[in-house]
């Protein structure tokens, strides 16, 4: 059993920053990425920012520059850094995860989603 839980979200005046944290836990073999995805009312869920075990990242264009996101691979967890945060970015912020439970085979899992309002 996998579950990924996130923590971190709230209620932020624009220009804040948060931080967002997402746990894998279970019977987990190996993760080769991790990402955050957002979905607002009425919109479809989208890419915020992803990072693979090596490292590499990509961004939606709408956050780069403000956010960054990172991981810790030793306790499975993947980071968002949010700063400058505008109203737009309001939303249900949700961790993926590609990973392996029983070589070689890999799929992905999803966060329960943690609200992020940024509201003055």
């Known amino acids: 059993q996998v579950q990924l839980v996130e923590s971190g979200g709230g209620l932020v005046q624009p220009g804040g920053s948060l931080r967002l944290s997402c746990v894998a836990s279970?019977?987990?073999?190996?993760?080769?990425?991790m990402g955050w995805y957002r979905q607002a009312p009425g919109n479809q869920r989208e890419l915020v920012a992803g990072?693979?075990?090596?490292?590499?990242?990509n961004y939606a264009d709408s956050v780069k520059g403000r956010f960054t996101i990172s991981r810790d691979n030793a306790k499975n967890t993947v980071y968002l850094q949010m700063n400058s945060l505008k109203p737009e970015d309001t939303a249900v912020y949700y961790c993926?995860?590609?990973?392996?439970?029983?070589?070689?085979?890999?799929?992905?899992?999803w966060g329960q989603g943690t609200q992020v309002t940024v509201s003055s």
């Open positions: 279970g019977s987990i073999f190996s993760i080769y990425y």
């Open positions: 993926k995860a590609a990973l392996t439970v029983v070589a070689p085979i890999q799929n992905n899992y």
């Open positions: 990072i693979t075990s090596g490292g590499s990242t």
